[in-house]
């Protein structure tokens, strides 16, 4: 059991404040996503989408990584084998835990990004409109975010490591939203167990093996410790 490969979505940072997307006062039921997150929204509206995530950028900051994301960060200090951790949250909570091995297929709050040139650069606490690219001087630059309708981050790494899993665990996410919903479904394909760590049974729950129902902060330090105790 040496290779694992863990999906998070928006409820392994529930418990550290930050809004999911579908469930009661998810994000989605007070803004229209067409607004926020689509390339059309930006086009039409860049001030409304820079205030979005100016605001979502000012919660993550003031947020503090829970107990599930620094179990993943102890697991990942004693597994045998390989981790990945593929996130499809834009907050740095992982990182923060001291989790190292982290891709984001939907891009993170602290990067920028240059609609004109492709360069990235760290973003500000607030991105404004007049702020120009640093490297070609375009403006508005827009938060280095995937938006719906565009392709995600580091598909090919993600898919050769599901590809080569013996376990693929997800966490805290609806199953609602391709690519990531199908990665179990992937991951089964070649022999990896599926396990799905989440507060209510997800839309994908019939691709897992098995489905622990709970708050992540207790469920995800309560698997790991069960890891580490097989482990020896
Ligand atoms: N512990 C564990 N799971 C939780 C908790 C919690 N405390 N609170 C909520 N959840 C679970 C919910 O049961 C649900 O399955 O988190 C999930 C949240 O689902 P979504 O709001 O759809 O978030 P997510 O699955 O991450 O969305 C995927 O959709 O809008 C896009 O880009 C956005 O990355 C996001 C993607």
């Keep these: 059991m040496k290779r694992?490969?863990?999906?998070?979505?928006?409820?392994?940072?529930a418990e550290s404040g930050l809004g999911t997307f579908?469930?009661?006062?998810?994000?989605?039921?007070?803004?229209?996503?067409?607004?926020?997150?689509?390339?059309?929204?930006?086009?039409?509206?860049?001030?409304?989408?820079?205030?979005?995530?100016?605001?979502?950028r000012a919660n993550a900051r003031a947020a503090c990584p829970n107990a599930a994301h620094v179990a993943l960060a102890e697991l990942e200090a004693f597994w045998p084998g390989e981790m990945l951790i593929v996130t499809q949250n834009v907050d740095d909570l992982h990182e923060r835990a001291g989790s190292q091995s982290i891709l984001h297929i939907h891009g993170g709050l602290e990067?920028?990004?240059?609609?004109a040139c492709d360069h990235r650069w760290?973003?500000?606490?607030?991105?404004?409109?007049?702020?120009?690219?640093?490297?070609c001087g375009h403006a508005p630059a827009r938060p280095d975010i995937v938006w719906f309708g565009e392709y995600p981050y580091h598909m090919q790494q993600i898919e050769a490591a599901l590809?080569?899993?013996?376990?693929?665990?997800?966490i805290?996410?609806?199953?609602?939203?391709?690519?990531?919903?199908?990665?179990?479904?992937?991951?089964?394909?070649t022999g990896a167990d599926c396990l799905e760590l989440n507060a209510?049974?997800?839309?994908?729950?019939?691709?897992?093996?098995?489905?622990?129902?709970?708050?992540?902060?207790?469920?995800?330090?309560?698997?790991?410790?069960?890891?580490?105790?097989?482990?020896?």
Aim: proline letters at 7%.
């Design 4 to 13: 694992l490969v863990i999906l998070t979505g928006a409820g392994i940072s």
């Design 163 to 170: 590809l080569r899993a013996d376990l693929f665990v997800a």
């Design 111 to 115: 990067g920028a990004l240059c609609a």
């Design 22 to 56: 579908r469930e009661k006062d998810g994000l989605w039921t007070r803004y229209d996503l067409n607004d926020v997150a689509t390339p059309r929204g930006f086009a039409r509206n860049p001030g409304l989408v820079l205030d979005f995530y100016n605001a979502r």
């Design 122 to 135: 760290p973003a500000p606490a607030e991105m404004r409109l007049a702020d120009a690219c640093p490297a």
């Design 200 to 232: 209510e049974a997800s839309a994908v729950a019939p691709d897992f093996d098995e489905v622990r129902l709970g708050p992540a902060s207790r469920i995800v330090p309560e698997w790991v410790a069960e890891l580490r105790a097989a482990l020896g």
């Design 172 to 189: 805290g996410t609806s199953g609602t939203v391709y690519p990531a919903a199908g990665f179990a479904e992937i991951a089964a394909r």
